[in-house]
């Protein structure tokens, strides 16, 4: 979308590009429970350019948001993280997000480089500041003019006037501007916003998103992790299907809601009011109990035997990746 | 008027201090119908869902369950008018008692009016299948559960009672788009065997205009108040 990326129109698979500003490979993130083991990310490997504005969707409990706290370290103690989720800065070294440690993520990388919208603003605050007290803090650790707190309370569509708020008087939508401006205020180059438009009505939903494609006019890159497809349809580049702990698919935004490849995109896109309104047939798999082969073989109507494999990423003809042994014929492969 | 079968709120009117938040709001919903509800954040809808579901009294005009006004709020509505509607609200977290298992989240409202507890547990099991609550979800309590199969839960003691009315505030905008349609599909079905009346209130205008038989702008109803 940035004239960065103009050169590498060309190149037909998005992993080989030009400037990649996080790449993730091989990424598993597991839990320790007292009786079980839970696999919440498995294997995930992806790239985000800069300028890029990729979104991650599935149902709930696929492991979306886990993949978000792993890239800031967030993740509490029973968590054990592999692989490696490399980030790329301009003017610094490449900083491995999964092995640096805690005391690097929290001087160099969270907030500054990496900025997250949390998932709920309601637990995310300090219910002892107002708004301008908290966002002033974050613009003053970051060495900008705490006078930009009312430009940024703008940007976000929230009224200057309600900084002075506590929390607890502030609306489920109007704390969830108020933790996005907190995010955008050391203005990172790779933001993670975990469904930062829950609890907005339409016009907010718009505008929140218009905010984040913008950002990635200016260069930053964003990760927005929803479960609304049409949200995800309106301003991502490049869309990831996740599906029990794994990436199923991963193409440009156009083509997956025109075309998807594996069956579960397509089921999920069925279930959408302008289209079927129909469920995905039967139930998410546990994360406690994943099967060996493709974890989506029991709902799908194209399994055969061969799903007891395992399906690896393959590249599409047409751009983008997908995991499955089966694929639904694409018009680029026809 | 009085035979009618409808929920009807009938010149309501109801205000937080000196803010008022419906004005004069007339809202009828017919036995087998599917109304659709939208407006602006903060124009009352929800208020609106409160009064209709007996839980708030509306400062002016009343509530009536085809054609029998309802004149108390909560607990002091006889069980048998008051069990004859029911609400789904937005956020499962907020509507569940967190120290309670699925099971007995959706047993509670037999149990609070006394039902034999064999008639219970047919009645829940019955409706736990209906929802698609799978077995080892059933024990769980809500922290152990995602907000979708939460909300399934939810929907599921909704429909305990077997309510006439159904009234569905925003409920499944935080649903990931297939468990919105399975939780669309379950009211649909419900509406259709029970000829039930239901409300629907979503921002989302394509769920709107899939889902209700016919729309009403409240902005539009309570006149030039936006």
Known sequence: MTTTESVSASVPSRTVVTRPLLAVDGLGVEFRLRDARVRAVSELSLTVRAGELLAVVGESGCGKSVLAHALLGLLPGNATTTGHAVLHHPGADPVDLVTCGQRQLARRVRGRRVGLVPQSPATALNPVRTGRRLLAETLRAHGRDRADADQLAVDVGLDPADLDRYPHELSGGMAQRLVTALALAPDPSLLIADEPTTGLDRPLVDHTLDLLRRRCENGAAVVLITHDLAAARRVADTVAVMYASRIVEHRDTDQLFTAPAHPYASALLDALPDRAFRPVPGDPPMLTALPPGCAFAPRCPRRTDTCADRPLSTPLTGGGTVACHHPIPTGATT | ?226
């Open chain 2, 1 to 226: 008027m009085t035979s009618a079968q409808h929920l009807l709120a009938d010149e309501v009117s109801v205000g937080y201090g000196r803010q008022v938040v419906l004005d004069g709001v007339t809202l009828r919903i017919g036995r087998g119908e599917t109304v659709g509800l939208r407006g602006p954040s903060g124009c009352g809808k929800s208020t609106l869902v409160r009064v209709l579901a007996l839980l708030h009294r509306p400062d002016q005009g009343r509530v009536s369950i085809d054609g029998t006004a309802v004149d108390a709020v909560r607990y002091a509505v006889p069980v048998a008018l008051r069990t004859r509607v029911a609400a789904l609200f937005q956020s499962p977290r907020a509507a569940a008692d967190s120290r309670l298992s699925l099971i007995d989240l959706i047993a509670e409202p037999l149990r609070a009016t006394r039902t034999p507890e064999s008639a219970v547990r047919e009645r829940v099991a019955e409706l736990a299948d209906l929802v698609g609550l799978t077995a080892d979800l059933r024990s769980r309590r809500p922290h152990a559960v995602s907000d979708g199969q939460l909300q399934r839960a939810c929907l599921a003691r909704a429909l305990v009672h077997r309510p006439d009315y159904l009234l569905c505030d925003e409920a499944t905008a935080m649903l990931d788009a297939s468990t919105q349609a399975h939780v669309a599909a379950v009211i649909r079905d419900y509406q259709r065997t029970q000829r039930a009346g239901v409300l629907v209130i979503t921002h989302d205008q394509t769920l709107l205009d899939r889902w209700s038989d016919r729309i009403v702008d409240l902005a539009a109803t309570a006149g030039a108040r936006a």
